[in-house]
Structure formats: structure tokens, C-alpha cells
């Protein structure tokens, strides 16, 4: 199992519509070989530094699937207006990649 993780600091007042972007795209991940689940995730706000944390969190069976997803026309496709929000981004997003360590 492969966990990938994008953490986003989002500016207070953009949380509602950061949480309709991902709503309102078409990523297809339930296409690709080896997605098993997608879940968006809000953290707490941060006031003193001005943004609200969210973690996009998907599963995969293996790390080569997801690697593969990164390769994809359909990777592509859904990144494609990604630009179009910088407003509401405090900084680029923070990936973070994690394989199970089995018997754990």
C-alpha cells in the first residue's frame, strides 16, 4: 500500500471555495489501475499565520500505481487548471509519500 499526501495552507475566508474546487473537479482516479480511495481533509486554522490546513490523501495499491497516476494524461487533465486558485494558496502544496510497513 502507497499513501500519498498533498498538504495545502489555504488563506482564512477561501476554505469554502477551495473544498468547491475539488468538489466540482474530474480527476478519474476510480479509472486508474491500483486507486483504492480518495479523501480531502480540513485541519485546524492557524489565525497568527493566516491559513486553514488540508491534506488530499489518497491510497493506492503500490507506490508504481501511483507513480504511474503522476505519468497519466488523466494526472494532466485534472491539474490542468491548477494555477487558476493561487490566491487563495499560502505557498505551493507540501507532497508526502508513505508505504505500509508490513506487521506493523
Known sequence: MFVAMNRFRIAIGHEEAF???????????SEMPG??????????????????????????????????????ENFRAAHKNAGENRAMYLGPPKFEGFSAVEGA
Not at 473544498?19 to 482516479?29: I, M, Q, T
Not at 490546513?53 to 507513480?67: G, I, M, P, R, T
Request: hydrophobic share 35%; net charge negative.
Open 35 to 72: 486507486f483504492v480511495s480518495f479523501h480531502l481533509l480540513r485541519g485546524d486554522s492557524v489565525p497568527e499565520e493566516g491559513y486553514t490546513l488540508f491534506a488530499s490523501n489518497s491510497v493506492w495499491k503500490d507506490k508504481d500505481s501511483f507513480s504511474a497516476w503522476t505519468k497519466s
Open 19 to 29: 473544498e468547491a474546487v475539488w468538489k466540482g473537479r474530474d480527476s478519474s482516479l
